[in-house]
C-alpha cells in the first residue's frame, strides 16, 4: 500500500498559486518526501524533494509540517501546461525499495 | 544524452501471446522498475531490480516475468498468463545519491 495520501483532484486558477496537499503520517526518519507529475500519456516527471527543511527549486516549493507528517507543494504562478497528476512518495535515499505510488492528485488549472 | 529509452512505444499482440518490453539506460543506475498504469489510475508496480541478476516481485507480478543480466537492461516479458494485459507500461530507474527516480516514455500495450 502507498504510504501517502492525497485528495483525488483540484482546481485552481490560472495565474494563482496550485497547493497540493499530502499526508505521510508514518514517515520513517530517514525518509525523504519526493513529488512527481504526470501529464497525460507521458512518463512522470520530477518535480522536488526534501527531508525536514522547506526547499524551492525553478518549479516548485515544498512545504513539510514540523512533524513531517504531510506536506504542501506550491506551484506558484500555475499555467495551462501545469494540469497533470502530482504524485507524492515518500522513499529513503539509498537501498532497493518497494516504491509504490498512490492515486495522486489530478490538478486541473482553468483558464 | 543520458536517459531511459523504452521500446517499442506501441505494441499489439493476440490473446495467448508472450511479449517483451524493452526498457534501456545509460544513467549508470544501479535499481530500475517496472510499473503499470490503467486508464485514469495511479501506478502499480510489477518488479523492481537493485543490482544484476536481482529482482523482486512487486504488487502485481503475477503473469509477468523479468531478467537483470546486465544493469543498463531491465527488460519485461508480459506472458499468456496475465488475464488483463491491456495498459500503459513505465519503466524507471533510481539515482544512487539523490534517490530521484527517472521515467521512460512509456509502452502502450493492448491485445486484441
Known amino acids: 500500500d502507498a504510504k501517502t495520501t492525497q485528495p483525488p483532484s483540484m482546481d485552481c486558477a490560472e495565474g494563482r498559486a496550485a497547493n497540493l496537499p499530502c499526508n505521510h503520517s508514518t514517515i520513517s526518519g530517514n525518509e525523504y518526501v519526493y513529488w512527481y507529475r504526470q501529464i497525460h500519456s507521458q512518463g512522470p516527471q520530477y518535480i522536488i524533494h526534501?527531508?525536514?527543511n522547506n526547499e524551492t527549486n525553478e518549479m516548485a516549493s515544498l512545504i513539510i509540517t514540523e512533524d513531517r507528517k504531510s506536506s504542501t507543494l506550491i506551484l506558484p504562478h500555475a499555467t495551462l501546461r501545469d494540469t497533470a497528476v502530482y504524485y507524492c512518495?515518500?522513499?529513503?535515499?539509498?537501498?532497493?525499495?518497494?516504491?509504490?505510488f498512490g492515486q495522486g492528485t489530478r490538478l486541473t488549472i482553468n483558464p | 544524452d543520458g536517459g531511459i529509452t523504452q521500446s517499442p512505444k506501441y505494441l499489439f499482440r493476440k490473446e495467448g501471446q508472450n511479449v517483451t518490453l524493452s526498457c534501456e539506460q545509460n544513467?549508470?543506475?544501479?535499481?530500475m522498475y517496472w510499473y503499470r498504469q490503467d486508464p485514469g489510475q495511479g501506478l502499480r508496480l510489477i518488479y523492481y531490480s537493485q543490482i544484476v541478476n536481482d529482482f523482486q516481485k512487486g504488487d502485481i507480478a503475477e503473469g509477468y516475468s523479468v531478467s537483470r543480466e546486465k544493469k543498463e537492461s531491465f527488460p519485461l516479458t508480459v506472458t499468456s498468463a496475465q488475464k488483463n494485459p491491456t495498459a500503459f507500461y513505465l519503466c524507471a530507474s533510481r539515482h544512487v545519491r539523490t534517490g530521484e527516480l527517472f521515467f521512460g516514455e512509456g509502452s502502450r500495450l493492448t491485445v486484441l
Open positions: 526534501g527531508l525536514k
Open positions: 512518495i515518500v522513499l529513503s535515499i539509498q537501498g532497493a525499495q518497494k516504491l509504490v
Open positions: 544513467l549508470n543506475h544501479d535499481a
